[in-house]
Nanobody, 122 residues
């Protein structure tokens, strides 16, 4: 019932910047907490940053001070502004959203996007 579509990934040099976007669509009533995760080859998927509907944020220590998570509630879009990128930021980045759908009987469920690849390399 809900689809999340990430975009904005690509190849960037160390020290560069990228902005990822995640657009939620479908049978949406309310989008609650949203988050960015990432997974590098051979690694577990890890939480990068999350944000509540009201805008409270948390960041992984590895990205704190370099990345900024934000959202547009009117458009149901999640963003991740990534700066001062490092090779260790290379990963597939996934969007997650807790969504109350119109026919969900007030039960929130998590939805995941397909991911967008970020490669930081010189």
């Amino acid at each position: 019932q809900v689809q999340l579509a990430e975009s904005g990934g690509g190849l960037v040099q160390p020290g560069g910047s990228l902005r990822l976007s995640c657009a939620a669509s479908g049978n949406i009533s309310i989008v609650y907490d949203m988050a960015w995760y990432r997974q590098a080859p051979g690694n577990q998927r890890e939480l990068v940053a999350d944000i509540t509907r009201r805008g409270s944020t948390n960041y992984a220590d590895s990205v704190n001070g370099r990345f900024t998570i934000s959202r547009d509630n009117a458009k149901n879009i999640l963003y991740l502004q990534m700066g001062s990128l490092k090779p260790e930021d290379t990963a597939t980045y996934y969007c997650k959203a807790a969504v109350l759908t119109i026919a969900s009987y007030a039960v929130k469920r998590d939805y995941w996007g397909q991911g967008t690849q970020v490669i930081v390399s010189s």
